[in-house]
């Protein structure tokens, strides 16, 4: 059965979280591209978004209208060919609208998970942890059809176990899509060791269709992404715990944010990144890579106190961000959290002048990661930045090329780890996944 | 022998800031001013300018699509909101797709050669930003003929449309002369731009403007033809200025030597149901500006400065063939070699044109006879060029839809 054929039912499980609904969007259009050609006028194509509660789902139909608005913005001048027997419809505004209604017309939304026996292809997107990824997976294998192939978003859990508990018999094939899943270009693609050679050539058309860039990763729990990531956080922490007594647990958070965004030239801190990601995700991140690694020093205190907390960062259902490491003010960092004290410190208090200058004593203007972004000569931007950093001699300079040296050695530690081949895909990741403007793995240092 | 009846002049321009992409203070999610602040902004800068508002008789308002971008009609209701010695005053508000400034300038002209009137306010305008430019794009549509073009069109209408005539033009007089023309009149566009503090692209830091100019077109997503940066922008302004008899300066209290003189207009229209009889030409902007110059009694060569409508870089290219300052094809080369710039033979769209400055759409013809009128005072500011003493004049020819609806001004320095 090829590719088009699957396409004909398609079943999303976890359809209204944040990466489902990314995943449900870029499907529909797939489905709707068939439609839309001659030769399947009569065919009927269904694309089944599951999820647990109506209310979930009431707030992915808002969110299906809203992209399939977008995309079809984006795409008028070729809609505009695909419709153009219909007389009347002129305008693109008509034109946009027939096309949301038509795709629109694909969608099953409900709470059953029964909907999927006649689907050829299920994305499982529900929230990263094994158990319930396993029970859920289970419980498919007997809803579908017996050819059914699964992919699934999990970001962390290795392939090979999810087949092998759920009993797949090799149906499965690790998709990992970057949130959100609507704009970021890249897909980490794992296959479990049972992958089957249809399956694997499905997700790489799949990807090519989607034009993701797909990277393959080993199946080694945190893959390349979040075993950056993960390792990363890990070592702010850890920073943090360091510095904590001589600048107070929000002076230290301070400090490896800032370093990590305005000396690394990242598009934002890392406990931000943290923050935006859910500290309750990055947390059941950790312990996935502790369990299947077996390395328990994936852990961190600090995040296990902020949870006790129930501090977990993450969004509120209307997009903003929720607090974390870092109080929120429309979306800006407004102040940080001291742990000890069980209060976020404002950055309109008087102790943030100090370690600013202590940081960067001659206050010195770092290129923003945005200024560059777009900028044809970033790299020799960034190699004279980093020179200077080098030349500088500063609390803040040195801070940074400690955090750069460590970030290279855990990229190089993922190929030696054989969870990556090679540099450019650890590159890749990172720049494709995490918007950085250069890899981890450079000769910055 | 003059060829008005008697003499017009015009005095007291103003235009507001275009608004839209580019403008650091452009934010398209937050509330921005509505259609009514732009045309009393656009008069109020006016009527500062002089010094009795009561005796302005008349108001004229240019406006394209604001029934389809603003949900509002009626536009003359908002004259008597500008000042309150309007209030009662007759409004007329007149339309011509993007020459509706122009068609504005006109009627106010005539108004007075009827001796209806001594002074009349003339303002044009349009606010775009309400609609993403797909849907913009529907409602710029309606410059050309609904029925009998739109199905069979491109998403992008207008742009299409002049995609084709750069096509034609590639193909006709060799495609690298041509795209390179279009890139310089970008840049030229872009520099003066940056000059004009009112300009949308005032703020454009690209350190390669040339480079930007020559982006592959990507006609998946666009144009076959045309770059996103041939276009002129999807703009929010006003522009007003006045027209007086030599009785009516009087009556508004402005010196002769505060206004310049209406020579000769013409406008010309097509018509909308038949296709442009040469895609390589602006045939009918071709017939206005001869016209005018017939009429004002002069040669292309006798201007000191030129505002033309560049919708599209390639529209640039060829309104200066059309008007006269370069011949049939080698617009490119005219342009290229920095003949428009504002130290070259002919400096044109010194302000920024439609491409730099912005182009809402019902007030550009007003907004081109505003930046006409104060080269000819020598009042641009860091755009000023020279006005020679035995060139005095400058034209303006602006443009409706594919070359259909257009009028050309000539105007002297007293």
Redesign the interface.
């Known amino acids: 059965m090829n590719l088009d054929e699957r396409l004909q039912n398609v079943t999303v499980i976890g359809a209204a979280g944040k990466m489902g609904s990314g995943i449900a969007v870029l499907v529909a259009q797939e489905m709707s591209k068939l439609k839309f050609k001659p030769e399947n006028n009569d065919k009927i194509y269904r694309l089944n978004l599951v999820d647990i509660t109506e209310k979930a789902l009431d707030g992915l139909r808002s969110y299906m209208k809203v992209q399939l608005i977008k995309a079809a913005?984006?795409?008028?001048?070729?809609?505009?060919q695909i419709y153009?027997d219909r007389?009347d419809l002129?305008?693109?505004?008509e034109i946009?609208n027939a096309f949301v209604d038509d795709t629109y017309a694909l969608l099953n939304f409900t709470t059953d998970y029964n909907i999927a026996k006649d689907s050829h292809l299920v994305f499982e997107a529900i929230f990263e942890n094994e158990e319930i990824k396993i029970k859920v997976l289970k419980q498919l294998k007997e809803i579908c059809l017996p050819d059914a192939l699964f992919l699934t978003n999990t970001s962390s859990i290795p392939i090979s176990y999810l087949d092998e508990q759920a009993g797949l018999g090799g149906r499965i094939v690790g998709y990992h899509f970057y949130n959100p899943p609507v704009i970021q270009k890249l897909v980490e693609i794992i296959y479990a060791d049972n992958t089957t050679d249809e399956l694997k050539e499905i997700g790489l058309e799949f990807g090519k269709r989607l034009r993701k860039k797909l990277v393959p990763a080993a199946d080694i729990s945190g893959f390349i992404g979040n075993g950056h990531f993960s390792r990363d956080g890990l070592y702010a922490m850890n920073k943090v715990e360091e510095l904590k007594d001589e600048y107070g647990y929000h002076g230290a958070l301070y400090i490896m944010n800032k370093v990590s965004q305005d000396f690394l030239v990242r598009p934002m801190g890392i406990f931000q990144l943290i923050d935006y990601v859910g500290l309750d995700v990055f947390q059941s991140l950790l312990r996935v890579m502790r369990t299947h690694l077996k390395l328990e020093h994936l852990n961190s205190d600090l995040l296990n106190k902020f949870m006790d907390k129930k501090i977990s960062g993450g969004q509120n259902p209307n997009g903003s961000q929720k607090n974390g490491f870092i109080k929120y003010d429309k979306n800006r960092p407004a102040g940080v959290y001291n742990i000890e004290e069980g209060k976020y410190r404002m950055f309109d208090e008087d102790w943030r002048a100090e370690i600013d200058k202590k940081l960067n004593p001659t206050n010195e203007k770092f290129a923003p990661w945005r200024a560059l972004l777009m900028d044809a000569k970033k790299m020799e931007k960034l190699e004279t930045h980093f020179n200077n950093l080098k030349g500088m001699n500063t609390y803040g300079s040195t801070l940074a090329l400690d955090f750069l040296k460590t970030t290279k050695e855990i990229g190089e530690n993922l190929i030696k780890n054989g969870v990556a081949n090679s540099e450019k895909e650890v590159n890749e990741v990172l720049m494709n996944g995490f918007f950085w403007l250069y890899g981890p793995i450079n000769n910055f240092i | 022998m003059s060829y008005f009846r008697k003499k017009i002049y015009a005095t007291a321009g103003f235009n507001t800031v275009s608004l839209g992409t580019g403008r650091k203070e452009f934010h398209p999610k937050k509330p921005r001013p509505g259609i009514e602040h732009y045309i009393k902004e656009a008069g109020l800068g006016s009527i500062n300018q002089i010094r009795n508002p009561e005796n302005i008789d008349e108001g004229v308002i240019g406006n394209f699509m604001a029934a389809r971008f603003c949900n509002q009609g009626n536009l003359g209701g908002f004259f008597p909101m500008v000042h309150p010695t309007f209030q009662y005053k007759p409004c007329i508000r007149v339309e011509g797709a993007c020459d509706s400034g122009g068609l504005a300038l006109a009627t106010a002209i005539k108004t007075i050669l009827a001796d209806i009137a001594d002074v009349v306010m003339c303002i044009g305008v349009e606010v775009q930003n309400s609609v993403k430019a797909i849907y913009g794009a529907d409602y710029l549509a309606g410059a050309g003929w609904f029925s009998g073009e739109r199905k069979d069109g491109h998403a992008y209408f207008f742009p299409d449309q002049f995609s084709q005539r750069a096509g034609a033009c590639y193909e006709k007089f060799g495609k690298e002369k041509v795209r390179a023309g279009m890139a310089h009149w970008y840049v030229n566009a872009i520099e003066n731009a940056r000059k004009n503090p009112d300009a949308q692209e005032n703020h454009n830091k690209n350190s390669d403007l040339l480079a930007t100019g020559m982006t592959p077109p990507n006609p998946k997503a666009f144009c076959e033809h045309i770059n996103v940066f041939d276009c002129s922008k999807v703009s929010d302004g006003g522009s007003a200025l006045i027209f007086a008899s030599e009785e009516g300066l009087k009556k508004i209290g402005v010196e002769q030597k505060n206004a310049i003189e209406v020579v000769a207009y013409a406008q010309v229209q097509d018509n909308l149901t038949t296709p442009p009889p040469d895609l390589t030409k602006l045939s009918t902007c071709a017939v206005a500006a001869k016209r005018a110059y017939d009429r004002a009694d002069i040669k292309p060569s006798d201007l000191s400065v030129l505002d033309v409508h560049d919708c599209f870089t390639i529209a640039g290219l060829l309104a200066v063939e059309a008007a006269g300052v370069a011949g049939y094809g080698e617009g490119a080369d005219f342009i290229t070699d920095g003949n428009t710039k504002s130290d070259g033979i002919i400096p044109t769209n010194t302000t920024g044109g439609l491409v730099g400055y912005g182009h809402p759409t019902g007030a550009s013809g007003v907004r081109q006879a505003v930046d006409v009128l104060k080269q000819l005072l020598g009042k641009t500011g860091d755009c000023q060029v020279k006005i020679s003493p035995d060139k005095p004049f400058g034209m303006m020819s602006s443009m409706g839809g594919n070359d259909k609806t257009v009028v050309a001004m000539v105007f002297r320095k007293e």
């Open positions: 913005e984006k795409s008028t001048v070729i809609l505009r153009s007389k002129i305008e693109n505004g946009i």
